[in-house]
């Protein structure tokens, strides 16, 4: 079946700008998370959802960053004024359900570069 | 979650057996061990996890020792495709997966 599907693949924008990064979980995974991964850095984690709640939004570096997930599938994740460092790789991943023993299957994420 | 210690780089010759070896002395009895690989400008592939026993599916096996301080990832038949970075994490409650530098294997010719 199909796996975990962003868009838009690669997000060039200007600073200050607002972007909207989209991720369509793999079907009937209840569980997601966002991501993001910066040039040779390791993977930052920055909010999960059960279904449509966020428990956890601990990870979110500020607060120009907000995600949502609405119907149990689709998410959004907006940065509102966009800046410099925001530059990254944004990796979305569902599992079927919350757990440790629930892998996590990962899109090949949003490429976004602020100008 | 418990931190992992994994070779920087491997070298395996293609179609003979890869073993990556990863140490999680660490570990807690509710921690699993998982591994991941991405390939340049792809997103992480889940490729097995485990807690206690050693398991297999369609991709690799996955070997825990006894008393769950370290793990091997075996690619039985390595292929050029299987060149990348392979990240071995230990996952407990948190859920928030986090890569250390992994293993750089290549698969040569």
């Known amino acids: 079946g199909a796996g975990v599907s962003q868009s838009p693949s690669n997000k060039v924008t200007e600073k200050g700008k607002d972007v909207e990064l989209r991720c369509d979980p793999i079907s009937g995974h209840t569980a997601l998370y966002w991501y993001r991964q910066s040039l040779g850095q390791g993977l930052e984690f920055l909010i999960y959802?059960?279904?449509?709640?966020?428990?956890?939004k601990s990870g979110l570096p500020s607060d120009r960053f907000s995600a949502e997930r609405t119907g149990g599938s689709v998410s959004t994740l907006t940065i509102q004024r966009t800046q410099q460092e925001d530059s990254a790789v944004y990796l979305c991943?569902?599992?079927?359900?919350?757990?440790?023993?629930?892998?996590?299957?990962f899109g090949d994420g949003t490429r976004l570069s602020i100008l | 979650d418990a931190k992992t210690t994994q070779p920087t780089s491997m070298d395996c010759a293609e179609g003979r057996a890869a073993n990556l070896p990863c140490n999680h002395s660490t570990i807690s009895g509710n921690e699993y061990v998982y591994w991941y690989r991405q390939i340049h400008s792809q997103g992480p592939q889940y490729i097995i996890h485990?807690?206690?026993n050693n398991e297999t599916n369609e991709m690799a096996s996955l070997i825990i020792t006894e008393d769950r301080k370290s793990s091997t990832l075996i690619l039985p038949h390595a292929t050029l495709r299987d060149t990348a970075v392979y990240y071995c994490i230990a996952l407990g409650g948190a859920q928030k997966l986090v890569f250390g530098q992994g293993t750089r294997l290549t698969i040569n010719p």
């Open positions: 991943a569902s599992s079927l359900a919350w757990g440790s023993n629930q892998p996590q299957h």
């Open positions: 959802f059960q279904g449509n709640s966020a428990p956890d």
């Open positions: 485990g807690l206690k």
